[in-house]
């Protein structure tokens, strides 16, 4: 009885064993595939990642060139203003009498303008007005940058 009780012992030992074995492999090979998984995951982010980058770099350099170009434009307007090669002037309503001083409708002798009346501004002003319109093109610039990158930030996230 005794021998038969040692081999029942060591059959069901070697029994455990096998099952303990094939427990084990079986978690080794789920372990792997979720090792797997992750890293497909993690080289797809950062395909996408890279091509966010990219497309962002593309955005930056646009706005760049677009505010570098408002601000181009804007110096070659300042300088003609300061050289008075070019001169702003407004529409000036010649019926207005408002101010007590109706302005005439005809042009003089030495104007060119033809059309509705029109006021020179002074150097200074036109000046400021330039600036005022750059400070303002330099905004909507900055703004249509923000909502390119909120645009794009936003897609990725669908």
């Keep these: 009885m005794a021998g038969s009780g040692v081999a029942a012992w060591k059959w069901q030992a070697n029994s455990y064993e096998r099952q303990l074995a094939t427990q084990a492999e ?4 789920e372990r792997e595939q979720a090792a797997v998984a992750v890293i497909e995951w993690q080289e797809r982010q950062q395909v996408e990642r890279r091509a966010l980058e990219t497309r962002l770099q593309v955005n930056d350099e646009t706005h760049y060139k677009e505010l570098r170009d408002a601000q181009t434009n804007q110096a070659r307007l300042r300088d003609r203003l300061a050289t008075a090669d070019l001169r ?7 019926d207005e009498s408002a101010c007590g001083c109706p302005v005439p409708t005809g042009s003089g002798a030495g104007g060119v303008v ?3 009346t029109r006021a020179r501004l002074d150097p200074a002003a036109a000046q400021r007005i330039i600036a005022i319109a750059g400070d303002g093109d330099q905004g909507l610039i900055a703004l249509r940058a923000c909502q390119a990158y909120a645009r794009e930030i936003s897609t990725l996230k669908r």
């Design 88 to 94: 702003l002037s407004v529409l000036v309503d010649a």
């Design 26 to 29: 079986v978690h080794q090979r």
């Design 114 to 116: 033809h059309g509705r």
